[in-house]
């Protein structure tokens, strides 16, 4: 069972690849969303003081992530009792779910693709799908930064994090990641209604994404030299300011990214009509234009497929016994 855990995740893989999330199929993160909703709305009208809204935001995480296991589990445990193939099936299905390549590119091209066009109207409605940021203002270089910065950020939760944790938990502990980072990027955020109710599901983000983190910045390395871009750059970028984003992970494959391509990230943004400065990450050796979309894209699936090499290798050795 545990050599069928990487054919199941390399399968997963190029599902993923070929098809993404065909919006036919219901998909498992729109019911951890609205769960989110119902159970915040239920547990805000229990409580309302700082400690009772940090108290029930532990409580909510446990709820979901430790009920995503679970569930997944027990789905899994009841398929492959009726059938083995439906068990396989389901476990490819799910583990794809989790991981969001195809999903990232085709949103990003098509925001490369807009501004090649000279519609940047519509470059701003597509990249506010993918980022938090205000972006009704936005001039072509700002939807450049804004698309580049989130596919780099994402390399770590949308396909390094999910298949990590599929190596080591197959499809319960890959969705228990994805129902960690969904609470993160819902409820997460340190502003006056989230600080509180937020902040386990923040830390837990931190900390599941530590690892993974780390892990994305060495592969960009190694995807960085395989695309024939500068790998010593990539180390310097992390080493001096990888550190300096407010995100104890989200400041290295964007930094990493920003070393590869020769460029800087980082800079003024707006939430909700305030002004946020990000610390810019890697040196501007060249302005941002909008073929660095198609280039971080390309990044982003050699990091893909790093990722997943590197997973069956290391399950290969550990299953014939090297390091025993």
């Known amino acids: ?15 993923d690849l070929l098809v993404g999330d065909p919006r036919i199929i219901p998909h498992p993160v729109v019911l951890m969303g609205k769960t989110i909703e119902i159970l915040e709305g239920l547990l805000r009208r229990i409580t309302g003081s700082p400690a009772g809204l940090r108290a029930a935001g532990v409580f909510m995480v446990a709820i979901l992530v430790g009920g995503s296991w679970i569930l997944t589990y027990l789905l899994l445990l009841g398929a492959f009792q009726v059938n083995y193939w439906l068990g396989v099936v389901l476990t490819v299905w799910l ?28 470059a701003r409605r597509k990249v506010g799908w993918i980022v938090s940021r205000d972006t009704n203002n936005m001039n072509a270089k700002d939807v450049t930064r804004a698309t580049v910065e989130t596919v780099a950020e994402n390399i770590v939760d949308g396909i390094v994090a999910p298949v990590f944790y599929a190596f080591i938990g197959g499809a319960p502990l890959a969705m228990a990641y994805r129902a960690a980072n969904t609470l993160d990027s819902m409820v997460g955020y340190k502003n006056e209604k989230y600080i509180d109710f937020g902040m386990a599901s923040a830390r837990l983000d931190d900390l599941v994404n530590y690892i993974p983190a780390r892990l994305t910045g060495m592969l960009l390395l190694l995807a960085a030299f395989l695309t024939r871009k500068n790998p010593g750059r990539v180390i310097s970028a992390i080493l001096q300011d990888a550190s300096r984003h407010p995100s104890p992970n989200g400041g290295i494959p964007e930094a990493a990214v920003a070393g590869a391509l020769g460029i800087r990230l980082g800079g003024l943004n707006y939430y909700h009509g305030r002004e946020s400065f990000r610390p810019y990450l890697g040196k501007e050796l060249k302005p941002l234009e909008p073929y660095h979309i198609s280039q971080v894209v390309n990044l982003m699936y050699v990091t893909f497929g790093l990722m997943v090499v590197t997973g069956l290798l290391i399950m290969n050795i550990l299953h014939k016994g090297f390091f025993l």
Not at 1 to 6: F, Q
Not at 112 to 121: D, S
């Open 95 to 122: 583990i794809s779910t989790t991981i969001a390549a195809r999903g990232l590119a085709v949103a990003a091209k098509e925001i490369y693709n807009l501004l090649l066009a000279g519609n940047l109207t519509e």
């Open 1 to 15: 069972m545990s050599m069928d855990i990487g054919a199941y995740i390399f399968i997963a893989c190029l599902v």
